[in-house]
C-alpha cells in the first residue's frame, strides 16, 4: 500500500512540473492552500435519548481536484477521523461510503475518487439518560489526500450542535437531509438474489450480467486482484462485462469491488461484488438504488 501511494505522489508531482513550464503553459495548482472544505450536517434537527441519528460528513473539492474512496486500488488516502469531540455517553459508529467515481490520470493509472461534492455518512447514538431540552455540540477532525496536478494531506475541523428532543416527539429534517438522502441511495447494496443481476467467477475471470442495463462499471476495492486491460476493462456499455484477472502468482484470483449499473429509464443501482474474498470481508458502505 505504501509503495502505491508513493506512486501516485509521483506521479502528481510529475504532472504538476509538466504543467509549471514557461511559454503560456498552463501552471499547476498551488499547493498552499486548502481546495477541500469540510462540515458536518444532520439529517434531523434533534436528536432523543437512546436514538441514532445520520450525521453527514460534506467534502467540497474545488474543480480539478478530488479525494479518495475507501476501496480506492491506487492507494489514496481517503478521509479518516483523527479526533472526536463527543459528549458523555454519546458514540459513532462506522462511516458509510457511497459509490464512488471512475479516474484515470496521466499514463492510464485508475482509481475511485470523490469529485465536486460528496456526503459520507456518520451515525451517531444519543446516551438513554440524555436530558430533553439540552444541547449538544459534535465536533470532529479530519484528514485526507486531495489531489489534481498535485497531491496534499488536507486536514480539517467541523462541528454541529443538536438539540435533545423528547423520546415521543418527532424530529423535523435537518439543513444536512437532501444531502445525506442522495448519498444514502448510492450506498452500495448486495447484489440481488433473484438473478435479475449475476456475478459469476469462473477460469480466472469476473463474468456479469445485468439484463436491461445500458452502462456497467466496476470499481475494485482492496483486496481484488489486478484486470487485464486496465482502465478500459472495467467499464462497459450494455448489459454484460468480462473482468479477466492476471498476476495471481498461482493464487485463485478474487473479484472484490462494487459494481454500478445504469438500466434504462434512468434507474441506477450500486451493489457489492464479493467472489473468491475468503471470510466475506464486510464492503465500505450498505444502501439503496436511485432513480437518478
Not at 93 to 113: M, T
Not at 134 to 162: H, N, R
Not at 192 to 210: C, F, K, M, N, W
Request: charged share 20%; hydrophobic share 40%.
Amino acid at each position: 500500500m505504501l509503495s502505491m501511494m508513493a506512486a501516485a505522489l509521483v506521479m502528481c508531482f510529475s504532472a504538476g512540473v509538466e504543467r509549471g513550464v514557461e511559454g503560456g503553459i498552463e501552471q499547476p495548482e498551488s499547493k498552499d492552500r486548502p481546495h477541500v472544505q469540510f462540515e458536518i450536517v444532520c439529517e434531523q434537527d434533534s436528536i432523543a435519548p437512546g436514538e441514532t441519528a445520520t450525521l453527514g460528513l460534506v467534502f467540497r473539492m474545488e474543480p480539478h481536484w478530488h479525494i479518495y474512496y475507501l476501496g480506492a486500488p491506487g492507494g489514496g488516502n481517503p478521509p479518516s477521523i483523527e479526533e472526536s469531540r463527543l459528549p458523555k455517553g454519546y458514540r459513532l459508529g462506522e462511516i458509510q461510503w457511497p459509490a464512488p467515481q471512475r479516474f484515470v490520470a496521466p499514463g492510464g493509472i485508475y482509481d475511485s475518487v470523490y469529485e465536486n461534492e460528496v456526503t459520507l455518512l456518520l451515525p451517531v447514538t444519543a446516551p438513554a439518560d440524555a436530558k430533553a431540552g439540552e444541547k449538544v455540540a459534535i465536533g470532529l477532525k479530519m484528514a485526507w489526500l486531495e489531489c489534481s496536478d498535485v497531491c496534499v494531506f488536507g486536514k480539517g475541523q467541523a462541528s454541529i450542535e443538536l438539540a435533545v428532543r423528547p423520546k415521543d416527539a418527532k424530529p423535523k429534517p435537518g439543513a444536512g437531509a437532501a444531502k445525506i438522502a442522495a448519498s444514502r441511495a448510492r450506498l452500495p447494496v448486495p447484489l440481488p438474489t433473484d438473478g435479475s443481476v449475476s456475478a459469476e467467477l469462473a477460469d480466472g475471470a469476473l463474468q456479469i450480467r445485468a439484463p436491461g442495463a445500458e452502462r456497467l462499471e466496476f470499481y475494485p476495492g482492496q483486496h481484488c486482484s489486478d484486470i487485464e486491460g486496465m482502465p478500459e476493462a472495467n467499464v462497459a456499455k450494455g448489459e454484460g462485462m468480462r473482468l479477466k484477472f492476471v498476476n495471481t502468482n498461482g493464487s485463485a484470483p478474487v473479484a472484490d469491488g462494487i459494481l454500478g449499473i445504469w438500466f434504462k429509464g434512468g434507474k441506477a443501482g450500486w451493489y457489492v461484488v464479493q467472489r473468491g474474498v475468503e471470510g466475506g470481508s464486510q464492503a465500505p458502505g450498505r444502501g439503496g438504488e436511485s432513480g437518478k
